[in-house]
Every structure is written in C-alpha cells, then in structure tokens.
C-alpha cells in the first residue's frame, strides 16, 4: 500500500451526520456506523486511515432532530428539522475546520450537503476566499421545491447551496449563496428530472456536468481532470461529495436510488486517486450508502475504500 498526501492537514476528522429524513426512503442514516464500525482487510475504517499516516480522530455523530411524524405534506419536507438538525451540523464541521483538521463526512443522505458545505464555505469566507466542490451522483440534485416531484431535500442541495430554493436553508450561516457556480463540476449524472434540466440550461452550467454520456464518450480520467480545472480555480481550493448511487448498481446495490449505467468499482476509484493526486481537496463526504438494501455488505465496504483512495491511497 501507498499513499499521497492529498491534502493540506495530515489531521483527519470522521464526522457522522446519520440524517435519513431528507429522502424518500428510510436506510441512508444507518450507512454512517455501517461504514464506522464495519472491518474490512483486517481493521475498521479509522485504522486504515491511521495506517496511511494520519491523525486521525473520530468526532462521533452531529446531533439530528429526528421528525415527530414521518408523513409530512409540506415542500420541502421535514423543513423545520431539517433547519435544527443544520444549526448542529454546522457546529461540529466548523470546530473540525477551526482545528485544522481535513473532515471526513459520513452520511446519511445528501440533504446533508446542505450544512456541511454551508459550513465549509463560511470557514473560508471567513478566511477571505472562495471554495469549490465536486459533486458525483447520478442526479443533478439541483431541483428547487417548485420543481421538485417529491418535495424531498435530498433532490435540493446543490441548487441550495447556489442560491436557489427555500430561503431559510439557502440563508443558512447568513449569506447567499454558498457556491459560485464557476467553481462547480458535477460528475456522473444519468437520471435527471424535467425541472432540473431547465435549471441547468436556465443557470447556464452544461458545461460544469460531466454526464455518463460524457464519460463514455471521453473517459473517465479526461472528465475528472476537467472537472478539476474548474472547481481548482477557487481560490481556497475544493470540497468533494460523493454519492454512492453514482456508481453502479452491480458495484453498489446498497442505495436507496439507484439507477443503472453508472460508473464502474474502478471508475470511482480512479476519479479519486486523481483528485487527491491532484490536491488541493479541502474535505470529503460520502453519502446515501443504505445498509438495509445492501448485499454482502459490498456498498459499506466499497464506501470505505473510495474514502481511503481520496485520502491518496494507491496500488503502488
């Protein structure tokens, strides 16, 4: 085993946000201890992260406001939890930040996005600066709730954090918005909604989304590295997030939406290994890994190794 210091802080700190409510299926809030607790190789996922040479330290679980009724008829869903579940989030990857430590995010689902970035973005406005992010998925994640078809936040977060949506979650941490959409690349799409492509075409970001058609046509790694190009032109660097319905189901069947096409076991790692090769990344989150609809535990697991390859792990 090998590694590359892919980024700034040899301190690492694991955060659990274990919110579940933001989709439209239960599960993704037992990915967070799944991929915490889970041995794979002979150790759990803190220790493999020790063993490529980081401090490292397990923060626990940011406190989430769980709803008092599941059914909820409102657009977004879940908003008033959601916005108290945010104010803890918030606090706990800003004490990471103001630590120094590079974070480490285990999620639940992608409504989760919605503080975490909120919260890395503030640490560097604080700072003077501007962060990017890569965002893979296999959705665009880009609805607002006027058109959402579902009123779930997990379908929200990146149109959120660029402006677009409710103004108590896009407000979030005082200011809007959180992303400049020239620092923006999306990796992966394949399933997208009406109302997310005329957002797309209506906010003019074609060119920020690396389909799956582009990365037939293109490759993997040439789409990667164009991505980089983009969201390294912030001047305070780049957060990326990870949706493990990105990947394929044959590779990846524990999520909660999955959608067939999608990137290969050795795709995800290589877009990894050549983002930390890259450096530059300021935090990494992974998302809706949903153990219930897992098979032999392989989409923990895999979770796991995608986490050790953006930290710099390499064959050799």
């Known amino acids: 085993m090998n590694s590359t210091n892919s980024t700034n802080s040899r301190k690492v700190g694991i955060l659990g946000v274990p919110l579940g409510f933001g989709a439209g299926q239960t599960g993704?809030?037992?990915?967070?201890?799944?991929?915490?607790l889970t041995r794979f190789r002979g150790m759990g996922l803190a220790d493999h992260i020790r063993h490529l040479g980081y401090e490292t330290t397990d923060h626990g679980d940011a406190w989430i406001v769980q709803p008092a009724n599941q059914i909820d008829t409102g657009n977004p869903k879940h908003l008033a939890e959601m916005l108290a579940s945010s104010a803890n989030i918030i606090e706990k990857v800003s004490a990471m930040l103001g630590d120094g430590e590079f974070p480490i995010i285990l999620g639940g689902d992608h409504a989760i996005a919605i503080p975490t970035f909120s919260a890395i973005a503030n640490h560097y406005k604080q700072q003077g600066t501007e962060i990017g992010l890569i965002w893979f998925d296999a959705h665009a994640d880009i609805n607002t709730p006027e058109t959402?078809?579902?009123?779930?936040?997990?379908?929200?977060?990146?149109a959120t954090i660029l402006g677009h949506g409710h103004p108590?979650?896009?407000?979030?941490?005082?200011?809007?918005?959180?992303?400049?959409?020239?620092?923006?690349?999306?990796?992966?799409?394949?399933?997208?909604?009406?109302?997310?492509r005329d957002q797309i075409e209506k906010l003019?970001?074609?060119?920020?989304?690396?389909?799956?058609?582009?990365?037939?046509?293109?490759g993997m790694a040439a789409c990667v590295e164009d991505?980089?190009?983009?969201?390294?032109?912030?001047?305070?660097?780049?957060?990326?997030?990870?949706?493990?319905?990105?990947?394929?189901?044959?590779?990846?069947?524990?999520?909660?939406t999955l959608?067939?096409?999608?990137?290969?076991?050795?795709?995800?790692?290589?877009?990894?290994?050549?983002?930390?090769?890259?450096?530059?990344?300021?935090?990494?989150?992974?998302?809706?890994?949903?153990?219930?609809?897992?098979?032999?535990?392989?989409?923990?697991?895999?979770?796991?190794?995608?986490?050790?390859?953006?930290?710099?792990?390499?064959?050799?």
Not at 28 to 36: D, H, Q
Not at 233 to 240: E, I, L, Q, S, T
């Open 168 to 196: 108590d979650l896009v407000n979030l941490c005082g200011y809007a918005p959180k992303l400049n959409p020239k620092y923006l690349a999306h990796i992966g799409a394949r399933d997208l909604d009406d109302g997310e």
């Open 148 to 158: 959402s078809p579902s009123g779930n936040i997990h379908g929200m977060p990146l």
């Open 259 to 316: 959608v067939r096409g999608g990137t290969t076991y050795r795709e995800a790692h290589l877009a990894l290994e050549i983002i930390a090769a890259h450096g530059g990344m300021r935090s990494f989150e992974i998302v809706e890994v949903n153990p219930l609809l897992d098979q032999s535990n392989i989409t923990v697991e895999l979770a796991c190794e995608l986490i050790l390859s953006a930290l710099g792990k390499t064959i050799l």
């Open 28 to 36: 993704s809030e037992l990915g967070v201890n799944a991929m915490r």
């Open 204 to 218: 003019g970001l074609r060119d920020n989304f690396f389909t799956m058609s582009d990365i037939d046509r293109r």
């Open 227 to 256: 991505a980089l190009a983009i969201a390294s032109k912030a001047p305070g660097g780049y957060a990326v997030t990870f949706d493990i319905d990105g990947i394929d189901p044959r590779f990846a069947p524990g999520s909660g």
